[in-house]
């Protein structure tokens, strides 16, 4: 846990935490806490993921897939040593941001996150991605309309806490809903994953790790699949049911054979993970979503304090 | 699966020895086009105007690096391959048109491209998405850069690389493709595969 302020209640310059957290410039804070938090987030993989692409690696019988999941391992590698991002297309920028209601200044946070990505491009540097749909222009600094993507929730507490999600257009463009007929139930969510799985191919980077959001709206539903990718991979659903229809849908997607770049073998996902809501007795709605192999995350928490914590890295000082 | 190393300009003859399943390693010139390119190339060939650069014998490689201008100079950090099916509409003509013998990418391409690839001498090579540090480290320098009015991502990077690779040979001028090969593999499990799991 690191602390800004460094106490010792014997100096005589001693001032109470909550006194010099009135004078702390939370949208500062933010802001460089934006651009470190994209900085780990584009150059290093959560432990879990590194983990499960070297069990991949170890795995893989094929000769093609085991070649590509050796040069993931070394760029991967390469990228934390370097500093450098593991992909070009560091993404259209994300954030899930949960606020909790005691905490300060929450009318600063979106403008931190804004100057923050500005910032970011420039001095990591991320890739320009945004792109206005209709003129073509680049904007050239990952700012746009409704762009970085800023995802709420409002939780008790006095805390933020702040999820980098820099996701590539290739996993992206494979994303897919359906809504499917309630008679078609759960056999007709398990053909739309494997079919899913087999359309996109290589497209999308495999081995993959596959978010499955069901039920709600249709909008809701490709939430709820965004989401499940934010789940790291040794973890299952809590409810038991549906974890092992996590692991049944991982096994049989593994046995399609796509492998590693859809250049066939035996690691086409890494990972695949249900949320659900419920839904309106007239439909079924399934979400896809792909994520790469690169699979880009960071969370930290800030506290009204100015204490930062960071949740995704072991001991990381995000200042 | 044999090693290959190949050096640019490569020739109709060279880019003939290649099957699919090799694994191949090139030196020389690549030069990146992604979406935008492709369109301004297209729209070139339609209007007989002469494109700034040759593609004739060379690599067309399906990139949008990431660059740091550094003084007057760009530097490029990291620079893995983009989704080449995005070009599958235009790369037989581009093929045709231009002369390119090989196309790097990733994801594999589709039938049209694999036949031009047939008629006309040549192949489609995987570079491992996203190993984009590895991929530039193999970049010795940026020999020029046009059409930059595209944006970063979309302009037409001249690199000059060696050694750059792992390639895999995904299809080849003898009209097999590992992805379609892959892909037909996949399609005969697939009701297995959903029947199993349905069942469980």
Known sequence: ?319 | MKKIELHTPISEKNIRKLNVGDHVFLSGTIITARDSAHRRMMKHIAEKRKIPFSLKDMALYHCGPLVKAHGDEWLVLAAGPTTSMRMESFEAEIIRNLGVRLIIGKGGMGWKTREAMKRYGAAYAAFTGGAAVLAAKRIKRIIDVKWLDLGLPEAVWIFEVDRFGPLIVGIDSHGRSLYEEVRAKTLRRLNRIVEDVISE
């Open chain 1, 1 to 319: 846990m690191e602390k800004i302020f460094k106490l010792d209640e014997e100096d005589e310059y001693y001032v109470p935490f909550s006194r010099l957290a009135e004078n702390l410039d939370l949208q500062n804070l933010i802001e460089k806490l934006t651009v470190n938090l994209l900085r780990l987030a584009v150059t290093e993989l959560p432990a879990d993921v590194k983990k499960a692409l070297k069990d991949a690696y170890r795995k893989e019988s094929n000769p093609i897939g085991k070649i590509q999941l050796k040069a993931i391992l070394e760029n991967i590698q390469l990228a934390e040593e370097e500093r450098i991002p593991i992909c070009q297309d560091t993404g259209l920028i994300s954030f899930y941001v949960k606020v909790g209601s005691e905490f300060r200044d929450l009318s600063k946070i979106e403008e931190a996150l804004i100057k923050g990505v500005k910032r970011a491009t420039v001095e990591i540097p991320l890739r320009p991605n945004a792109v206005n749909p209709f003129t073509q222009r680049n904007t050239n600094n990952n700012i746009g309309r409704y762009v970085p993507c800023i995802h709420w929730s409002i939780i008790d507490g006095d805390y933020l806490e702040i999820t980098a999600f820099p996701k590539g257009g290739g996993s992206e463009n494979m994303c897919a809903l359906r809504i499917l007929k309630p008679a078609e139930g759960l056999s007709g969510l398990k053909r739309f994953v494997i079919e899913s799985v087999v359309d996109a191919g290589g497209m999308p980077c495999p081995p993959t790790i596959i978010g499955v959001g069901v039920g709600g709206t249709s909008d809701m539903a490709m939430n709820l699949a965004k989401k499940a990718l934010l789940r790291p991979i040794d973890k299952s659903h809590s409810d038991p049911v549906i974890a092992e229809l996590e692991r049944d849908l991982l096994r049989a997607v593994n046995s399609t054979g796509v492998g590693p770049m859809g250049l066939g073998g035996d690691s086409t996902a890494l990972a695949l993970k249900i949320e659900y809501a419920h839904r309106h007795p007239a439909s079924y709605p399934v979400a896809i979503a792909f994520q790469c192999w690169a699979a880009r995350r960071a969370t930290a928490r800030v506290y009204s304090d100015g204490r930062v914590e960071c949740l995704s890295h072991k001991d990381r000082n995000l200042l």
